[in-house]
C-alpha cells in the first residue's frame, strides 16, 4: 500500500518501522527534532525513505495514498488532506478520547487526579480529536507517575496495537462515535509551569509530578524550581 505517515519523536520511527516491515511503500512528513529526542529524520535517511518537515496541510502530496497516519504529528490535517485518501486518514492520541483532547493530556490526566490514562487510535476528521474511535486502551496512574513515566507507559503500549488500527482502517473499519463529556487543552504548559498556594496539598504534589519531564523546566513557586513537597515547603518557608 501507498502510505503517509505523519509522525515525530521515537514514536513515529516506530511507526516506520513496522510500515516498512509490512513492506508498504511510506512518504514521511515530520519535524525538526532536538537534540534530546529520536530523531525520525536520521532514521528516513537511514533507510532511505522520502520526508519532508513542510506542513502536510500545505504541501503538494507526493501520491495519492491508501492510508495516512498521525503519530506524534504536531499540525492539524486539514480537509484536502483527509479527503485526498477517501477519510483512512487516523491519529494516535494519548487519552481516553473524549476525554482531554488536544495537548498534553496525560499531564493534566495527573494533574486532575485521574486514576488512568491511556490512549486512542481514532479517525481524524475535520474537529480536534473528535473523530470516531477505531481502539483504545487504559492505563493506570499510579501515585509516583511522573509526566516523563506515564507518557513513556502509554506510548509504549499503544505502539503494541498500531499494527491492529492500521489494519482496521485499511480494511474500512467505521469506528465507534465518541460518547461522554469531553474537554480541550492548547499548546501551552499547564498553569504556565506555576504552583498555586491556594491549591490543596494533593494537587500541588501531583503538579510537581506532572511538570517532571527532563529537559524540560519543573514546576515553579515564583522564582524556586520545585521537585518535591519539601522544595514546596522549604520555598515557602523562603518567601514569609
Excluded at 521515537?10 to 525538526?32: I, P
Amino acid at each position: 500500500m501507498k502510505v503517509i505517515l505523519c509522525g515525530f519523536n521515537w514514536s513515529g520511527c516506530k511507526a516506520l518501522d513496522l510500515l516498512l516491515n509490512q513492506g508498504h511503500e511510506v512518504f514521511v512528513y515530520t519535524h525538526e527534532t532536538p537534540r534530546h529526542m529520536p530523531c525520525l529524520i536520521s532514521f528516513c535517511m537511514k533507510r532511505n525513505i522520502r520526508f519532508s518537515t513542510r506542513n502536510i496541510s500545505q504541501s503538494e502530496l507526493p501520491f495519492t495514498p491508501d492510508i495516512i497516519c498521525s503519530i506524534y504529528y504536531r499540525y492539524i490535517i486539514n480537509n484536502n488532506i483527509i479527503k485526498e485518501c477517501g477519510g483512512k486518514i487516523f491519529n494516535l492520541h494519548p487519552s481516553l478520547l473524549p476525554k482531554y483532547r488536544g495537548c498534553s493530556s496525560v499531564t493534566w490526566a495527573i494533574i486532575e487526579g485521574e486514576t488512568e490514562s491511556g490512549f486512542t487510535y481514532h479517525y481524524i476528521n475535520d474537529r480536534c480529536d473528535s473523530g470516531p474511535i477505531i481502539l483504545q486502551k487504559p492505563i493506570t496512574i499510579e501515585e509516583w507517575d511522573t509526566q516523563q513515566s506515564l507518557y513513556m507507559r502509554v506510548m509504549h503500549e499503544s505502539m503494541k496495537f498500531f499494527q491492529e488500527a492500521f489494519n482496521a482502517v485499511a480494511n474500512g473499519l467505521p469506528g465507534i462515535p465518541q460518547v461522554g463529556e469531553s474537554n480541550y487543552y492548547p499548546r501551552q504548559c499547564p498553569y504556565l509551569g506555576q504552583i498555586d498556594s491556594g491549591w490543596d496539598e494533593n494537587k500541588i504534589e501531583r503538579f510537581i509530578r506532572a511538570m517532571i519531564y527532563p529537559p524540560y523546566p519543573p514546576a515553579h513557586f515564583h522564582n524556586y524550581e520545585i521537585y518535591t513537597l519539601d522544595d514546596y515547603y522549604n520555598a515557602s518557608r523562603i518567601r514569609e
